[in-house]
């Protein structure tokens, strides 16, 4: 029975999302966010491992209600100002983007993000990290113009940066560098909806390869991977290249998206940006490489009478095949484009 409602809650929360992004009105769109929402509460309440889960969901309720009551405001502000017409003003603009900013997570609206991601299952945080950004992403690329919000771009990727320098658990690491990525996807927003339509589309990809390997070894935290001196070194050796191909390390997977928006960004002579942009990716990297250096050459231990145990770990053919395309696809992809 309770598989059936979870299977159920899934779907809704697929539907609302559904209904979001293919409204004609504000309305519309506002009751599918809340289909979504209401149907993603049930989910996040189902792990009763993980004692954090009840204020999680808490949190991510009063967030998002708030959220859908300040959109639904601004939208009915826009219908007497509008007549119901679907154009909007620079009051209800900034009324609307911030609204949905704070649903997707972006900065300045972050703070309950990483704190929400602490307290859910792998599975949970991953709808959190890609189903969950696509309603609010979409209306504000149907609707917004970007360039009076460039602050926020810059600021999503410091706070995305910064704010995993310091961190112990993989969750909140996980949830930084999806901050980090938002402000990626907002900046390929101000060229064309197909740019990031792809940067979209890869980040998930690499968010369900390595999401899938923390899920199926049980890893939260980083000195859980330190202290396993029983772990398979392949699989130390995905986990953290996984890592560096969602940091954007060429000539991993990872860079290709962030490669499509720096080479728009340059042909449109965005030469500020794109340095800010370098600059603060270069610092998601700096500590993806510190935790794999460390995991590698300093904290390696291995003792003989654990040898045989060492292979002990299984992984499934499709993580394997998802790691092999996150670490092996640009390559690919080049030599494709080569010999065509």
Same mark, same amino acid.
């Given at each position: 029975m309770k598989k059936i409602s979870n299977n159920i809650f899934?779907?809704?929360?697929?539907?609302?999302?559904?209904?979001?992004?293919?409204?004609?009105?504000?309305?519309?769109?506002?009751?599918?966010?809340?289909i979504n929402l209401l149907s993603f509460i049930p989910?996040?309440?189902?792990?009763?491992?993980?004692?954090?889960?009840?204020?999680? %969901?808490?949190?991510?309720? !009063? #967030?998002?209600?708030?959220?859908? &009551?300040? =959109? $639904?405001?601004?939208?009915?502000?826009?219908? @007497?100002?509008?007549?119901?017409? %679907?154009?909007?003003?620079? !009051? #209800?603009?900034?009324?609307?983007? &911030?609204? =949905? $900013?704070?649903?997707?997570?972006?900065?300045? @609206?972050?703070?309950?993000?990483?704190?929400?991601?602490?307290? !859910?299952?792998?599975?949970?945080g991953l709808i959190l990290m890609t189903w969950q950004k696509?309603?609010?992403?979409?209306?504000?690329?149907?609707?917004?113009?970007?360039?009076?919000?460039?602050?926020?771009?810059?600021?999503?990727?410091?706070?995305?940066s910064l704010g995993g320098l310091n961190q112990s658990s993989i969750r909140k690491?996980?949830?930084?560098?999806?901050?980090?990525?938002?402000?990626?996807?907002?900046?390929?927003?101000m060229s064309n909806e197909l740019l990031w339509t792809s940067y979209f589309i890869l980040y998930c990809f690499l968010s369900v390869s390595i999401v899938i390997m923390f899920n199926n070894f049980k890893l939260y935290y980083f000195n859980q991977i330190f202290n396993i001196?029983?772990?398979?070194?392949?699989?130390?050796?995905?986990?953290?290249?996984n890592l560096l191909s969602l940091g954007g390390l060429p000539p991993f997977l990872g860079f290709l998206p962030k490669w499509f928006v720096i080479?728009?960004?340059?042909?449109?002579?965005?030469?500020?940006?794109?340095?800010?942009?370098?600059?603060?990716?270069?610092?998601?990297?700096?500590?993806?490489?510190?935790?794999?250096?460390?995991?590698?050459m300093l904290n390696y231990q291995k003792t003989s009478w654990n040898l045989k145990d060492n292979f002990n770990l299984k992984i499934s053919n499709f993580s394997l095949l998802m790691n092999f395309i996150s670490l092996g696809g640009l390559i690919f992809i080049f030599s494709l484009y080569f010999i065509m």
């Amino acid at each position: 029975m309770k598989k059936i409602s979870n299977n159920i809650f899934f779907i809704t929360l697929m539907l609302g999302t559904l209904i979001t992004i293919s409204s004609n009105s504000w309305l519309g769109a506002w009751m599918g966010l809340e289909i979504n929402l209401l149907s993603f509460i049930p989910l996040m309440t189902d792990n009763k491992k993980n004692l954090l889960t009840s204020e999680s %969901s808490l949190k991510y309720f !009063l #967030t998002q209600a708030f959220a859908s &009551s300040v =959109l $639904l405001f601004a939208i009915i502000i826009l219908m @007497f100002n509008n007549n119901y017409v %679907s154009q909007v003003t620079t !009051l #209800t603009e900034i009324l609307i983007f &911030s609204t =949905l $900013l704070l649903k997707s997570g972006a900065a300045p @609206f972050h703070s309950w993000f990483p704190e929400v991601m602490e307290g !859910l299952s792998w599975v949970n945080g991953l709808i959190l990290m890609t189903w969950q950004k696509i309603a609010p992403l979409m209306l504000i690329s149907y609707n917004l113009s970007y360039y009076y919000f460039l602050i926020t771009i810059i600021m999503s990727m410091l706070i995305g940066s910064l704010g995993g320098l310091n961190q112990s658990s993989i969750r909140k690491l996980m949830a930084f560098s999806s901050i980090n990525h938002l402000g990626w996807m907002l900046l390929a927003m101000m060229s064309n909806e197909l740019l990031w339509t792809s940067y979209f589309i890869l980040y998930c990809f690499l968010s369900v390869s390595i999401v899938i390997m923390f899920n199926n070894f049980k890893l939260y935290y980083f000195n859980q991977i330190f202290n396993i001196s029983l772990m398979n070194p392949i699989i130390k050796f995905l986990i953290f290249m996984n890592l560096l191909s969602l940091g954007g390390l060429p000539p991993f997977l990872g860079f290709l998206p962030k490669w499509f928006v720096i080479q728009n960004l340059t042909a449109n002579n965005q030469m500020f940006v794109l340095t800010i942009s370098v600059c603060l990716t270069l610092i998601t990297l700096f500590f993806y490489l510190r935790l794999s250096y460390s995991m590698f050459m300093l904290n390696y231990q291995k003792t003989s009478w654990n040898l045989k145990d060492n292979f002990n770990l299984k992984i499934s053919n499709f993580s394997l095949l998802m790691n092999f395309i996150s670490l092996g696809g640009l390559i690919f992809i080049f030599s494709l484009y080569f010999i065509m």
